[in-house]
Structures are given as structure tokens and as C-alpha cells.
């Protein structure tokens, strides 16, 4: 069933545990992501992000997932990720996406919480969430988020800005990164408490892939609700199938794809269990 964004989240912040956000980009993503929530019980947010408009459109997105959530009895979100287009937020929140992210972080502070608002005025009118993010996350590899310096996020802002603008959630960035991490991860967790003494909202936690257990768990305790995953499903997906068609067997593509939703689901439900446990 779907169920509203912020409600989902807020539940997440109280008890202490995080709702995964997955990205998903085709039929076999978004079927590895609600199959994996309804077998195991657990609320999900599917997560659309606007940098894959070349591969699907916002109400062929909302259509599958509506169908597919109706015939879930698990909860489940749907979120428009990082879009910085007014357009394509409008064209979302008419296709029936639980939430929208209005992603200004490479704005300048006043203009991204001026434009924050803006996007939260005509999406909370129709009932829509809003996650926004303040501070930058830096690219590591194997990811197509765009290149940033990283910024973490400044507490003092974070307040005014989440007081401000109303959004339902907010991203902030503490050390994690877009993709795989290139080193040795390192995530202040020091920089989270503070955000999360002075902004009583669920916080998002983006770069989730590959981010160590003990650290996720952290996160979790100090007020992250909400934890987002794409890189580490693709790069899954791409190996196992690439050492598919290495076997040699006559693969048939309505095969693969089969394989495909067993791949995603087999990243979805590690993470899952994770931010349940925390
Ligand atoms: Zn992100």
C-alpha cells in the first residue's frame, strides 16, 4: 500500500530505525524493491531520481508503482530524488509520488531555502512531502550523481533552514559520498549530533553504499531516518550479469531480466535488515 512520506519517516525517527531509499531506473529495479519490502515485512521508499528521466517518465514511474504498491500490504513510498527542476517536481507530484527532493545544495544558502520553500508550498498543498539537502556529498566511483566539492553540513543552518521551509526531511551531509567510497570511510558523526540536537525532522542520509554497519548504526541512533542506496544495487547487478553471460549459456533477455530483480533484491534486503536492526 502506499503511505505518506512523512508519516513513514517520523515513525522511523522516534523508534530509532531507518526506512532505505532505493533508486530504481526500470521495471526489474522497482519489482526488486517493493518484492523485497513485501517478503520481509518492511517499509520501503522507492526512489526515482530525475538523473534517469532519459530512461523512464515521471507518471510511467508513478503508475507502476502505484499498481505494484497497491498490491503490497506492506508500506510503501514514492520519491522523486535530487531534482532541481520545478517542472519535473510538479509533473511528479501529479503522478501521484508520495515526495518530492528539491535538491538546492549547490545553491547559495538564501536562495536554496527561498526555493525550498517554494517547492514545499505547492507539494504540501497536495499533500506531497518534501526532502531538501543542505551541505554537498562528494563523488566517490562508480556513481552518476554529479561532481561536488564536499561541504558538511552546517547545524546552525540546518536549523533555521528546517524552521524556515518546513520540509518533511532533510539531507545533510556528515562524510558519506555519491558511489563507492575510495578509501577508508570518513563520516563525522560528531557534525550529525549536533544537526540532530537543534532538528527535531527525520534526516537522510545519502551514500549509503558501502558505508560500514557500525557507522549506519550510529547515523541511526542520532536521528537519521532515512538512508538512500543506488550505487551498490547497480554495481551488483552489472557483475553478476556480466558472469552470466560469461557462462555461456544461450541466455534469453527475458531470462536476464528475471535474474536482474533476484540481483537488486539481493543488495535491498542486506541493507534492509540493517536499518531495521540499528
Ligand atoms: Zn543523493
Redesign the pocket.
Known amino acids: 500500500m502506499m503511505v505518506s512520506f512523512s508519516d513513514m519517516l517520523t515513525t522511523a525517527r522516534r523508534e530509532r530505525y531507518a526506512v532505505g531509499s532505493f533508486n530504481v531506473y526500470n521495471y526489474e529495479t522497482i519489482r526488486g524493491v517493493i518484492e523485497s519490502g513485501r517478503e520481509t515485512r518492511t517499509p520501503v521508499i522507492v526512489a526515482f ?1 530525475a538523473g534517469y528521466l532519459p530512461n523512464m517518465e515521471v507518471d510511467e514511474v508513478g503508475a507502476l508503482v502505484r499498481t505494484m504498491a497497491a498490491a503490497s500490504d506492506t508500506p510503501v513510498a514514492l520519491h522523486l ?2 531534482c532541481k527542476s520545478f517542472d519535473v517536481i510538479v509533473r511528479a507530484v501529479k503522478a501521484g509520488f508520495s515526495s518530492v ?1 528539491y ?1 538546492g545544495s549547490a545553491l547559495p544558502f538564501e536562495e536554496n531555502m527561498r526555493q525550498t520553500a517554494r517547492v514545499v508550498e505547492v507539494a504540501h498543498a497536495a499533500g506531497v512531502g518534501v526532502e531538501a ?1 543542505l551541505g554537498a ?1 562528494a563523488r566517490g566511483e562508480h556513481s552518476n ?1 554529479e561532481d561536488a566539492s564536499e561541504i558538511y553540513t552546517s547545524p546552525d543552518e540546518a536549523k533555521v533552514f528546517a524552521q524556515s521551509t518546513k520540509v518533511d526531511a532533510l ?1 545533510v551531509s556528515i562524510g558519506t559520498v ?1 558511489g563507492m567510497y575510495k578509501g577508508v570511510p570518513k563520516v563525522d558523526v560528531g557534525v550529525l549530533k549536533k544537526i540532530a540536537a537543534v532538528v527535531d525532522i527525520p534526516l537522510v542520509l ?2 549509503g553504499s558501502g558505508t560500514p554497519e557500525a557507522i549506519i548504526r550510529e547515523c541511526i541512533a542520532n536521528g537519521i531516518a532515512k538512508i ?1 542506496v ?1 550505487t551498490e544495487i547497480s554495481v551488483n547487478a552489472v557483475d553478476k550479469i556480466r558472469a552470466l553471460l560469461a557462462s555461456g549459456k544461450g541466455w534469453h533477455l527475458s531470462e536476464i531480466s528475471r535474474e536482474e530483480v533476484g540481483f537488486v533484491k539481493e543488495i535491498v534486503k542486506k541493507y534492509m535488515a540493517l536499518f531495521r536492526a540499528a
Request: charged share 30%; aromatic share 0%; hydrophobic share 20%.
Open positions: 531520481g530524488d535530487h527532493m535538491d539537502e556529498l550523481e539531507a555519491h545519502h551514500g538512500n543506488n
